[in-house]
């Protein structure tokens, strides 16, 4: 073998280490957004007075999670994150595999400061979930939404869970006065889907047809949904 086939071969292993490098890399990231769906999800919900109400939780027909969203501003705010979604079977009443959804948006108002927060939208109805699934979903546009009551119990706020398409609890780790999520975009995150199912999946095709192999790292997150949701 010459020297020079020696650095080829030598050259074409290093092309094909990092490209699988990449390849676990970018399987990881989707594996962590799961992951850390789930911690926020059990954190939120084993603090009593920010736990979503298990009445809330009964009626659930979808839960989106956005860990870390990150806000900030000066009079106009901004704010981007990635979570995931999971739907309820309308039948069997069991969650569907995750897929994958980014938020983007900006919101004018008095505010300044900065701040990263937890936020888990609760749909109350199926419309609300086709919607959502669409190319682009807005926040307060075209679905009502509204805080979500919070504590073990939701009695006072039965009304307002009827009304509301969607219901929004939010985790604060940060400073930030007069900032809200209404107005921001939520669209399918394509690219995620495909690279954690390993093929072209749209939301709807994961989370309504079931299409695509279930990792074995949705396990917790489903595990945890069917939990609270009993």
Request: zero cysteines.
């Amino acid at each position: 073998m010459t020297m020079r086939n020696v650095v080829l071969g030598i050259a074409l292993s290093l092309i094909a280490t990092g490209a699988g490098s990449t390849v676990r890399a970018e399987g990881t990231d989707e594996e962590q957004r799961v992951l850390a769906a789930t911690t926020v999800l059990n954190e939120m919900m084993a603090t009593s007075h920010q736990a979503i109400p298990a009445d809330v939780l009964a009626k659930a027909e979808a839960i989106a999670i956005f860990p870390g969203v990150k806000k900030g501003g000066f009079i106009v705010g901004g704010q981007w994150g990635r979570g995931v979604i999971s739907v309820r079977d309308a039948e069997t009443r069991t969650w569907s595999s995750p897929a994958f959804l980014t938020l983007t948006g900006g919101s004018v108002g008095w505010q300044i400061g900065g701040e990263e927060i937890d936020l888990i939208l609760v749909v109350t109805n199926r419309k609300g979930i086709e919607r959502l699934l669409s190319n682009e979903f807005k926040v307060g546009g075209q679905l009502s939404a509204a805080a979500g009551p919070v504590g073990r119990t939701a009695e006072a706020s039965t009304d307002l869970s009827l009304r509301a398409e969607i219901l929004s609890y939010s985790r604060s780790r940060g400073l930030f006065a007069g900032a809200t999520v209404n107005g921001s975009s939520i669209k399918e995150d394509l690219d995620a889907n495909t690279r954690f199912y390993g093929s072209a999946l749209s939301s709807e095709d994961i989370v309504l047809e079931k299409a695509g192999r279930s990792p074995d790292s949705v396990d917790a997150l489903k595990t945890a949904l069917a939990g609270y949701t009993r």
